[in-house]
């Protein structure tokens, strides 16, 4: 048996190793400085991963990440870092997203806009070779940017969808009203928790992982994780049906409270063992070691870390510093000016205001900088109206957030039953039309059903829309013109017919002025007319 021989020390191989520890360093300081300037962005992230299940997966992705990067190092060996500028123009671009982020008061802008700095700063500073080697694993990074739940919505209509065809299919009669629905056993409703949002992020991220790890072939890789994106979509569904079904042919004494939830992630993991099994069949081998890139010439590196590499590193920290500096600068222009809001008081085109002692419907809007309710009359006809106004919108306090509602799931007085748009032609307005049902039923003093409109107003510019919404917010504080806004709700008895749309028609036109003038002189610090209610 003859001894075995070193490996051969590759050409170049000594000139890579003395140019990495120049080249870490200057990656090292690049997202330090990420990491200090943003830290309360990187903090909120990390608060959203503790405080939502459907994020706290989140947690296992730096770690990963990082492992799968150590995984690579004998690849990297062969590689030299070289800076490379081009990478300037996405750096800046995350820089860009994360400042107008910050501005509407967006966490999914501002996280993904960090979280894609410290990314294309690897290439920035190492080199679009090495960041070559470690794509995945740096791609995998964005698996830790809390989005997503804006899809929950359209996930529950989906899940009550394929719940309620299910069950008519077994034989069972539905009566469904939205997301609630009533079976000759009980009344089931599917909540934020069906959706399924949670199975298919904790999924996608998982299945990714587990194609990279187990197959070299792209094509494979793509299969693969498109089947682990429709599985738990699917298995949700069936999961909510035989939830459902469970409990109705138990009588209501299995697949119900506490045990709803262990049942549902004992499914999910039965569905995550059977889709890795399923993929174990296609497994590929690992590939062979990595060899000697071509074009990696001795002595490359001290030329590569020389003039160029300090003005990338010079420019890759002022694009990190003006960003920054810009929100602050802003925020400290931001008028501290009281706000003083009110609804039109006495009698207007023949409606008259009243106190509100007991609002009828109460809509979730959090930490707005003033609130004003009232009620009108005209005859037999009543329009409940709710304003609430922000001023120095941030995340805390903002007008498009997800917590901001008319009703919640846990609502114990009204439910939604649907919802849809209604257009005005005097004045040109379209607004959001919700009809919602009265749970107490006759034991209720309240009408049965509500006819609820709901539009925003941005600075003097109604919208019915979210973007649209943010987006005006948006350019009037980057103008200088301030963040003012509010979101108005009107409300009436559903009636017969349409009765409550003709009513709340009327009120709308004859009285969006009076309310808009009211908008305006909170926005411009005058001092208003008495108030119905302050």
Same mark, same amino acid.
């Given at each position: 048996?003859? *001894?075995?021989?070193?490996? *051969? &020390?590759?050409?170049?191989?000594? =000139?890579?190793?003395?140019?990495?520890? /120049?080249?870490? $360093?200057? !990656?090292?300081?690049?997202?330090? !400085?990420?990491?200090?300037? #943003?830290?309360?962005?990187?903090?909120?992230?990390?608060?959203?991963?503790? @405080? =939502?299940?459907?994020?706290?997966?989140?947690?296992?992705?730096?770690?990963?990440? !990082?492992?799968?990067?150590?995984?690579?190092?004998?690849?990297? $060996?062969?590689?030299? *870092?070289? %800076?490379?500028?081009?990478?300037?123009?996405?750096?800046?671009?995350?820089?860009?997203?994360?400042?107008?982020?910050?501005?509407?008061?967006?966490?999914?802008?501002?996280?993904?806009?960090?979280?894609?700095?410290?990314?294309?700063?690897?290439?920035?500073?190492?080199? $679009?070779?090495?960041?070559?080697?470690?794509?995945? %694993?740096?791609?995998?990074?964005?698996?830790?940017?809390?989005?997503?739940?804006?899809?929950?919505?359209?996930?529950?209509?989906?899940?009550?969808?394929?719940?309620?065809?299910?069950?008519?299919?077994?034989?069972? %009669?539905?009566?469904?009203?939205?997301?609630?629905?009533?079976?000759?056993?009980?009344?089931?409703?599917?909540?934020?928790?069906? =959706?399924?949002?949670?199975?298919?992020?904790?999924?996608?991220?998982?299945?990714?992982?587990?194609? #990279?790890?187990? #197959? @070299?072939?792209?094509?494979? /890789?793509?299969?693969?994780?498109?089947?682990?994106?429709?599985?738990?979509?699917?298995?949700?569904?069936?999961?909510?049906?035989?939830?459902?079904?469970?409990?109705?042919?138990?009588?209501?004494?299995?697949?119900?409270?506490?045990?709803?939830?262990?049942?549902?992630?004992?499914?999910?993991?039965?569905?995550?063992l059977a889709m890795f099994m399923v993929g174990a069949r296609w497994a590929e081998p690992d590939a062979p070691p990595p060899e000697?890139?071509?074009?990696?010439?001795?002595?490359?590196?001290? $030329?590569?870390?020389?003039?160029?590499?300090?003005?990338?590193?010079a420019a890759a920290l002022v694009l990190l510093a003006v960003p920054f500096a810009w929100a602050q600068r802003l925020a400290v222009?931001?008028?501290?000016?009281?706000?003083?809001?009110?609804?039109?008081?006495?009698?207007?085109?023949?409606?008259?205001? &009243?106190?509100?002692?007991?609002?009828?419907?109460?809509?979730?809007?959090?930490?707005?900088?003033?609130?004003?309710?009232?009620?009108?009359?005209?005859? &037999?006809?009543?329009?409940?109206?709710?304003?609430? #106004?922000?001023?120095?919108?941030?995340?805390?306090?903002?007008?498009?957030?997800?917590?901001?509602?008319?009703?919640?799931?846990e609502d114990r007085q009204w439910s939604r039953v649907s919802q849809g748009s209604v257009e005005l032609t005097q004045p040109s307005?379209?607004?959001?039309?919700?009809?919602? @049902?009265?749970?107490?039923?006759?034991?209720?003093?309240?009408?049965?059903?509500?006819?609820?409109?709901?539009?925003?107003?941005?600075?003097?510019? %109604?919208?019915?829309?979210?973007?649209?919404?943010?987006?005006?917010?948006?350019?009037?504080?980057?103008?200088?013109?301030?963040?003012?806004?509010?979101?108005?709700?009107?409300?009436?008895?559903?009636?017969?017919?349409?009765?409550?749309?003709?009513?709340?028609?009327?009120?709308?036109?004859?009285?969006?002025?009076?309310?808009?003038?009211?908008? /305006?002189?909170?926005?411009?610090?005058?001092?208003?007319?008495?108030?119905?209610?302050?």
């Amino acid at each position: 048996m003859s *001894p075995v021989s070193p490996m *051969p &020390e590759p050409q170049g191989g000594s =000139s890579a190793r003395a140019a990495w520890p /120049r080249a870490l $360093a200057g !990656l090292a300081l690049v997202l330090l !400085l990420i990491l200090g300037l #943003y830290h309360q962005t990187a903090w909120a992230m990390v608060q959203i991963w503790n @405080r =939502s299940e459907t994020f706290a997966h989140a947690f296992t992705v730096p770690p990963i990440a !990082l492992w799968l990067i150590w995984r690579q190092r004998a690849a990297l $060996a062969w590689v030299e *870092p070289r %800076p490379s500028p081009w990478f300037l123009v996405p750096f800046a671009a995350c820089g860009i997203l994360w400042l107008l982020g910050d501005l509407a008061a967006v966490n999914a802008a501002t996280q993904l806009a960090m979280v894609g700095m410290l990314v294309f700063a690897v290439p920035l500073c190492l080199g $679009a070779s090495v960041a070559r080697v470690i794509a995945f %694993p740096l791609a995998f990074f964005f698996f830790a940017v809390p989005i997503g739940e804006f899809l929950m919505p359209l996930f529950m209509d989906w899940t009550a969808d394929f719940t309620v065809s299910a069950l008519r299919l077994s034989g069972i %009669p539905v009566y469904r009203e939205g997301l609630q629905f009533v079976i000759p056993s009980g009344n089931w409703s599917v909540v934020e928790a069906c =959706s399924g949002i949670r199975y298919l992020m904790a999924s996608v991220m998982v299945g990714a992982l587990f194609a #990279y790890l187990n #197959y @070299r072939s792209l094509k494979r /890789r793509v299969i693969f994780v498109v089947f682990a994106t429709l599985l738990p979509v699917v298995a949700n569904w069936v999961r909510a049906y035989l939830t459902v079904l469970l409990g109705h042919v138990s009588g209501n004494q299995l697949a119900t409270g506490a045990d709803h939830l262990l049942y549902g992630w004992v499914f999910f993991g039965i569905i995550m063992l059977a889709m890795f099994m399923v993929g174990a069949r296609w497994a590929e081998p690992d590939a062979p070691p990595p060899e000697r890139p071509a074009g990696q010439g001795v002595g490359a590196g001290s $030329a590569s870390l020389g003039a160029t590499g300090l003005a990338t590193w010079a420019a890759a920290l002022v694009l990190l510093a003006v960003p920054f500096a810009w929100a602050q600068r802003l925020a400290v222009q931001a008028s501290p000016a009281e706000l003083s809001l009110s609804v039109p008081a006495g009698s207007i085109s023949g409606w008259q205001s &009243e106190l509100v002692t007991t609002a009828m419907l109460k809509p979730v809007f959090q930490a707005p900088a003033a609130q004003a309710a009232a009620v009108f009359r005209k005859g &037999e006809r009543q329009v409940g109206v709710h304003l609430a #106004y922000y001023r120095q919108q941030d995340y805390r306090s903002k007008l498009i957030s997800s917590v901001n509602t008319l009703v919640t799931s846990e609502d114990r007085q009204w439910s939604r039953v649907s919802q849809g748009s209604v257009e005005l032609t005097q004045p040109s307005l379209r607004m959001r039309r919700v009809e919602l @049902r009265n749970l107490h039923g006759t034991d209720s003093p309240w009408p049965q059903r509500l006819d609820v409109w709901q539009i925003y107003w941005v600075n003097g510019q %109604p919208t019915s829309s979210d973007w649209q919404a943010k987006l005006w917010g948006l350019w009037h504080r980057l103008m200088g013109h301030g963040d003012d806004a509010a979101a108005l709700v009107f409300y009436t008895d559903h009636g017969d017919e349409g009765a409550g749309e003709a009513v709340l028609r009327e009120f709308v036109q004859e009285n969006w002025a009076a309310l808009d003038a009211a908008l /305006r002189r909170a926005r411009d610090a005058q001092t208003p007319a008495p108030a119905a209610l302050r």
